[in-house]
């Protein structure tokens, strides 16, 4: 089983940027496919941001080009860089790899 313990959410003014950080633990961080998802109160999660083991990312709509995502295999790390920051983007923002979750990070969007 594979832990994911996510860091780096916080309260930010619009417009601002955060990078979200994701540490996993296990020998197979390399070959599966990561993402981020997040969650609000009372709607569905939601994929954010996904890398293939490759490399490949994909993105929902609504954060193209002001969100990035990236892991660090070496360091087995996950990253999700998070720009011009709406207040709609206020959310839990959670890592996943494979059938496992983190716990989330709250990322607050202030006016």
């Known amino acids: 089983q594979v832990q994911l313990v996510e860091s780096g959410g916080g309260l930010v003014q619009a417009g601002g940027s955060l990078r979200l950080s994701c540490a996993a633990s296990g020998s197979i961080f390399r070959i599966y496919p990561k993402a981020w998802h997040r969650q609000v109160p009372g709607k569905q999660r939601e994929l954010v941001a996904a890398?293939?083991?490759?490399?490949?990312?994909n993105y929902a709509d609504s954060v193209k080009g002001r969100f990035t995502i990236s892991s660090d295999t070496a360091k087995k790390m996950i990253y999700l860089q998070v720009g011009s920051l709406k207040t709609e983007n206020t959310a839990v923002y959670y890592c996943q790899m494979g059938g496992d979750w983190g716990q989330g990070t709250q990322v607050t969007v202030s006016s």
């Open positions: 890398i293939t083991s490759s490399g490949r990312t």
